[in-house]
């Protein structure tokens, strides 16, 4: 581009949360490296991943933190999240306990983050049709009430995770 040389035009960082086990980090590998992992370990502490996008004819890069579901797992909360300008909160649709919790991650983004963060409720695993345990109904009722975008992605066979983070991506720009 014509820009080359001057380093990228925008940095935003962006944040992964939800349950244990709803697939933020295959999300996130599959978005930066097309990858998918089907025995992947739980997350401990925090990792990231940068990604670059284009958006009129500017290069707009994320860097998206993933980090534990799990409690004990989890770094320092204040510092995961400060300076996210994008949020994507993530249940599996065949496990209602995670879609329960989401209210839960969304205090904690509330607590911790800027009010004008861009936010995308996340239905990952729709690929597991057979065994759905919240509806897309549901996931759409919650986003609206919320305020939160809203889609259902797949990163076993990439549904929807490309625009799934470009969505966010491009609401912050
Ligand atoms: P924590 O790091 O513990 O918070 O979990 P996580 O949310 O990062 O989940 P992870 O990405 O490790 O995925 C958990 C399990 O779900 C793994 O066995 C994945 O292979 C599987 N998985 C992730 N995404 C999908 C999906 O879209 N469909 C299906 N069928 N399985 C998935
Ligand atoms: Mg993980």
């Not at 009430?145 to 076993?156: K, N, P, Q, R």
Request: proline share 1%.
């Amino acid at each position: 581009s014509d820009d080359e040389g001057t380093g990228e035009d925008y940095l935003f960082k962006i944040v992964i949360i939800g349950d244990s086990a709803v697939g933020k980090s295959n999300l996130l590998s599959r978005y930066a490296r097309n990858e998918f992992n089907p025995h992947s370990k739980a997350t401990i502490g925090v990792e990231f991943q940068t990604q670059t996008m284009e958006i009129n004819g500017k290069e707009v890069k994320a860097q998206i933190w993933d980090t534990a579901g799990q409690e004990r797992f989890r770094a320092v909360t204040s510092a995961y999240y400060r300076g996210a300008a994008g949020a994507l909160i993530v249940y599996d649709i065949s496990r209602r306990t995670t879609f329960d919790s989401v209210g839960r991650w969304l205090d904690e983004l509330k607590t911790h983050s800027d009010a004008t963060v861009a936010r995308i409720l996340v239905g990952n695993k729709c690929d597991l049709e057979t065994i759905r345990d919240v509806s897309v109904e549901e996931g759409k009722s919650l986003a609206e009430a919320e305020g939160l975008f809203f889609m259902e992605t797949s990163a076993l066979d990439s549904t929807n995770v490309n625009k799934a983070f470009e969505l966010v991506i491009r609401e912050i720009y």
